[in-house]
């Protein structure tokens, strides 16, 4: 079983989701420069990564997912089971020995678009493992080696020093001992580690800075701890490394370093107070110029990181008033907010591996024509509630004639948005004969018939559920999909979305069953004549997913259609 295609297809649609998130946000940025706290950005970058770290999001209204195009939506797949049922669609429709059914057919442009969709799933889920790998080498290569000049590393004895890292951790509140270490090849003040957190100095900085100079690289360093900063820069490394194909979130890790250090130096100021700042700006000044000929150190995070944003941090520490490091009601309102957006997917409903079969088939599908027939109509009620009563129609609450076509019109428009040629024998309140709905499906040469029906069963009000009816002796003519096999496509998929008690697929003989060519199955969806039934019935939500299943359902029965006469 391939797992990788669809693994790779949900990397790159979060992948997609985050591209629109960092775009926002560095025109946000551009558009209200020094309106929002770095803090605050530092936060946003965060999230950002984090979503493309989740491997499931809850769904809501409000998540950025939902101005992502459905058939692109179509792409994510949140559980282990549909990953799994995914590679089994995709393994289907190249075939066992790899190659495209459509390219043993014909040369039409569905079998090309299927073509080119075995070459892309063949070798872009593995140029994507190959680069993640590389780089997943490289940062153990780097850290290894890096690790190994750490041996070098000397304690700091020197009690002036060791008191004042004490009293910077009292100022900070980190009660945790954060051992402090100097060595050969540390260039530049940094802070590693994120299980056991040390901060190394070059050997010779007493000798580069002052006492107070000092100080501040002490309590910069510790800021970071203090901040989670470690944590927040593993996060960033991994989504760098999973998603290294998006040069957009290369460019959202280097904009979040950038936002972490002018968020740490804003918390230092909060702690030294406004009488210290033109002193912790002078140090950030001579050390850039310190330290500005030295290339970023791997694993540190370094007081000089981020030399090319020395005029920013400068200007931040220029208007520097106490009180700005915290969060201010409305900036924890915006982060929840953004919170909902970005960590969150599309409230619509994944769709099932019928659907995407469908955007693989969609251009051999698109041909078969779906005739959809409303129960009843017009004179003829149907069930109703409460019962038809001859004396007083006006009683009448319910009528399923209405209900039929509800549901019938939003299944036509569902199709129709999917590119399926699809027609309905009523699309309003008239009468039809039987004759009138037969003909219209064997005229019209139609390569599937569903009737919509909703049951009734006035003297016995308990009876409840879900079924579909078919013709068993009219499958004979029907050796591509039979009519059982639609009916039990169309059950299933109700069942699993509605949730309803199933009643299972019935062979029945009628005139609409039997004389209708092409495979034809009737629904009822539910109960009227049952309270429970009809209470769900009456609910738009639930009729929209009786919708969503049919549509499933005639989905996977046109797949199944097409791939058998491509084998034939």
Not at 91 to 105: F, V
Not at 426 to 431: C, G
Not at 490 to 509: A, C, F, H, R, S
Not at 525 to 549: G, I, P, T, W
Request: net charge neutral.
């Amino acid at each position: 079983m391939n797992i990788v295609i669809p693994v790779f297809l949900h990397i790159f649609y979060a992948s997609i989701i985050a591209g629109l998130l960092i775009a926002s946000l560095l025109i946000v940025k551009k558009l209200l420069p020094n309106r929002i706290s770095a803090r605050v950005f530092h936060i946003v970058w965060l999230l950002i990564f984090l979503r493309l770290l989740m491997p499931v999001q809850l769904q809501s209204p409000f998540s950025i997912s939902n101005l992502i195009p459905e058939k692109i939506q179509m792409l994510t797949y949140q559980d282990n089971q549909s990953l799994i049922g995914l590679s089994s669609t995709y393994q289907s429709l190249l075939g066992p020995d790899g190659e495209s059914s459509a390219s043993k057919t014909s040369d039409d442009p569905a079998s090309k678009n299927l073509i080119i969709l075995q070459f892309l799933l063949r070798f872009i889920p593995y140029i994507w493992i190959i680069g993640c790998t590389i780089l997943i080498l490289s940062s153990l290569a780097l850290k290894m080696r890096f690790r190994s000049r750490l041996k070098a590393s000397q304690k700091v004895l020197d009690s002036t020093i060791l008191e004042m890292l004490e009293q910077c951790c009292g100022k900070l509140q980190i009660k945790r001992r954060i051992p402090l270490y100097t060595n050969p090849f540390v260039k530049s003040p940094g802070i590693l580690g994120v299980f056991h957190p040390a901060i190394f100095l070059p050997v010779d900085i007493r000798t580069q800075v002052n006492p107070v100079q000092l100080e501040h690289i002490l309590l910069h360093e510790l800021a970071h701890y203090k901040r989670g900063d470690l944590i927040c820069n593993l996060f960033a490394l991994l989504a760098v490394i999973i998603h290294w194909f998006n040069p957009l979130v290369w460019l959202a890790a280097k904009e979040m370093r950038h936002d972490r250090e002018v968020a740490c130096d804003t918390l230092v100021l909060e702690v030294l107070g406004e009488p210290n700042v033109v002193h912790y700006g002078t140090t950030i000044l001579d050390l850039s110029r310190s330290f500005s000929h030295m290339h970023r150190q791997a694993s540190l995070i370094s007081f000089n990181e981020t030399n090319g944003q020395v005029e920013r941090r400068i200007k931040m520490i220029n208007r520097f008033k106490t009180g700005s490091y915290k969060l201010s009601v409305l900036a924890v309102i915006l982060c929840l907010a953004v919170g909902a957006v970005i960590l969150t997917d599309s409230v619509s409903k994944k769709p099932s591996l019928n659907t995407m079969a469908n955007l693989m088939n969609n251009e051999r599908i698109n041909d078969k024509l779906v005739v959809i027939d409303p129960g009843h109509g017009g004179e003829d009620f149907g069930g109703t509630y409460p019962p038809f009563n001859e004396t007083d129609a006006s009683l009448i609450q319910v009528k399923e004639k209405d209900l039929n076509l509800d549901i019938s019109l939003k299944l036509y428009e569902k199709l129709k948005k999917a590119g399926l040629r699809v027609e309905l024998t009523r699309m309003d309140d008239r009468t039809l004969t039987l004759d009138d709905r037969i003909n219209m499906a064997n005229n019209d040469q139609a390569a599937l018939a569903l009737s919509i029906h909703n049951n009734m069963m006035a003297n016995n009000e308990a009876l409840n559920g879900t079924s579909t009816s078919f013709y068993s002796a009219q499958d004979q003519q029907n050796s591509v999909l039979t009519s059982g096999r639609f009916a039990e496509l169309l059950q299933n998929e109700l069942i699993k979305q509605l949730q309803t008690k199933n009643l299972g697929v019935k062979d029945v003989k009628t005139r609409l069953l039997k004389e209708t060519s092409a495979p034809v199955a009737m629904v009822d969806v539910v109960y009227l004549s049952n309270e429970s039934d009809r209470k769900n019935l009456m609910d738009e939500a639930f009729r929209d997913k009786a919708v969503q299943a049919l549509y499933d359902g005639v989905i996977a029965s046109l797949n199944e259609m097409v791939s058998a006469e491509a084998e034939v």
